[in-house]
């Protein structure tokens, strides 16, 4: 594998897992546990929510359902705010601290959501792992992986998300390269999750072979069509490992669609790496050249 090559795929690995792991925290904000979020479920009515609301001002559940439906909108600084509003009324009401993570985590505010969720379980033991699987991703994305690991090594129960964010850390480690038997062994436990077979791809890339690695991403997407990480994965392997920018384009385009109306991250610049007319190959080889 070319060093340029091996670049663009360490840089890929913060989008193929903030996407698919982070999933754990949805579910506490009323999200699918795809990862996909709920802009394919029913629309809230804000106007009946803001009637409730008015009646029961006390209630954090009513923010919560106004900022739910903000985010599905893609209006981030309303949902923000709505939020602040529940946590105010309650500051140990967890779907509220679940969200507005998963918010500052998708804004690479790392930091924030880190000592949001920090104060949450300290104030509250039993909080769901969902909150400290959350935590555990925002501290690795910070590049404290020990500290990740101890959380998730708290959680009360060590299989099913916690175990997918295991194997997330793991991929993100220093031995990301020997981590193919432990991925493995979580599809294995869950061969049902899209996660998995996400992550399976990942550590199967890593180990050189990318014809299996496609196919796991394509499993990935069988269980979960417009799960973000897996189509943002497949759109790296064609174009850099298959050169076929075409299809990275497709895949490209339905990962910017399966995130709605937030912000599609892109921190490989695919977006415009396949909008280049030169094509992969070519742009591949000024890259190297440039660094010799």
Not at 33 to 52: I, Y
Not at 99 to 119: K, P
């Amino acid at each position: 594998m070319s060093s340029t090559l091996k670049s663009a795929l360490n840089r890929s690995k913060p989008i193929a897992f903030s996407l698919v792991a982070f999933f754990a925290a949805g579910l506490l904000a009323g999200c699918s546990s795809t990862g996909v979020g709920p802009r394919n479920g029913p629309a809230v009515d804000l106007a009946a929510v803001q009637a409730q609301r008015a009646l029961a001002p006390d209630e954090p559940y009513w923010p919560f359902q106004q900022a739910q439906e903000n985010w599905r909108q893609g209006q981030l600084d309303l949902a923000r705010a709505h939020l602040d509003t529940a946590l105010t009324l309650d500051p140990d009401y967890a779907p509220a601290a679940a969200l507005l993570s998963r918010l500052q985590f998708e804004a690479g505010q790392y930091g924030q959501a880190t000592v949001l969720l920090r104060a949450f379980i300290m104030r509250n033991p039993e909080a769901p792992d969902a909150l400290r699987v959350a935590l555990a991703l925002n501290l690795q994305a910070l590049a404290e992986p020990e500290r990740s690991a101890e959380v998730l090594a708290t959680c009360h129960d060590q299989s099913g998300p916690v175990r997918t964010a295991q194997a997330f850390v793991q991929l993100q480690g220093d031995d990301f390269e020997s981590s193919l038997p432990d991925v493995r062994a979580t599809v294995e436990a869950n061969p049902h999750s899209a996660a998995n077979h996400n992550n399976h791809g990942i550590a199967l890339l890593y180990a050189g072979r990318p014809g299996e690695a496609r196919d796991a991403f394509l499993r990935a997407l069988e269980i979960d069509p417009e799960l973000p990480g897996g189509l943002y994965n497949l759109a790296i392997v064609e174009n850099f490992y298959f050169f076929d920018r075409v299809a990275g384009q497709d895949y490209f385009q339905r990962y910017q669609t399966a995130m709605g109306n937030r912000p599609a991250a892109d921190p490989d610049d695919l977006g415009v790496i396949l909008a280049n007319p030169v094509g992969a190959q070519a742009l591949l080889a000024s890259q190297e050249a440039a660094n010799d």
